[in-house]
Structures are given as structure tokens and as C-alpha cells.
């Protein structure tokens, strides 16, 4: 079957970093846009980071100069670094893969989705 699951998710102090992964199974996504996203107690979920087929990335304005999203397409895995971390990024984390390949708009309205990693960042 096609499943993703996220790892590297834990609880840090605010200035810190963690390096979440997420690896596909069953299907290669080196095809696939690819994203992270999270969703905290109360909120909408929002769109953290994206990453085209062709290398092109995206992110969230409250991220930006903090985060960076990257991939290895040979081992269908997806990452993303975050660095000085703040209390307000204390969310669920999960990673998706777009089921429309070579997509330049990477919308994620039919994806593949993980089952969530917790960030929690404490100031």
C-alpha cells in the first residue's frame, strides 16, 4: 500500500532545531510535489513548506529564513530543517505527496498524507 510516515518530531526549547524526515513506501514520489504542513489546537491547517519535481521550493512567511524543505528523490524521502524555533511553531506536523505528477502549482487537492509527527517548543 502507499503510505508515508514522519519521524524526527520531539519537544525543544525555543531557539532550537529539529530535522523532520518522511519516507514513502509501495510508490516512488520523485514525480510528486511534496510538502509539509501543520496544524496546532484550534487552528486551520496551513501549508508549511512545498518542493516541485523540478526542485522548485515554496514556504510559509512565518517560516521563511528558517525552515528549509529538501528531498532525495532516489530514496523517495522528504525533509525539512527547522532552526530557531519558536513557541508559535508548536503544531502536528505531516508531510504529503500530491497525487498529480509533474505539477507546477502543487496543490495538494488529492494527496497522499502521513499520520502526523508532534513539534512542541516551549519558551
Known amino acids: 500500500q502507499v503510505q508515508l510516515v514522519e519521524s524526527g518530531g520531539g519537544s525543544v526549547q525555543a531557539g532550537g532545531s529539529l530535522r523532520l524526515s518522511c519516507a514513502g513506501s509501495?510508490?516512488?514520489?520523485?514525480?510528486?510535489?511534496m510538502g509539509w504542513f501543520r496544524q496546532a489546537p484550534g487552528k486551520e491547517r496551513e501549508r508549511v513548506a512545498s518542493?516541485?519535481?523540478?526542485?522548485?521550493?515554496t514556504y510559509a512567511d512565518s517560516v521563511k529564513g528558517r525552515f528549509t524543505i529538501s528531498r532525495d528523490n532516489a530514496k523517495t524521502s522528504l525533509y525539512l530543517e527547522m532552526n530557531s524555533l519558536k513557541p508559535e511553531d508548536t503544531a502536528m506536523y505531516y508531510c504529503?505527496?500530491?497525487?498529480?505528477?509533474?505539477?507546477?502549482?502543487?496543490?495538494?487537492?488529492?494527496?497522499?498524507w502521513g499520520q502526523g509527527t508532534q513539534v512542541t517548543v516551549s519558551s
Open positions: 509501495a510508490y516512488t514520489f520523485g514525480d510528486n510535489c
Open positions: 518542493i516541485s519535481s523540478f526542485g522548485s521550493t
Open positions: 504529503a505527496a500530491d497525487r498529480v505528477r509533474w505539477s507546477s502549482l502543487c496543490k495538494y487537492e488529492n494527496a497522499y
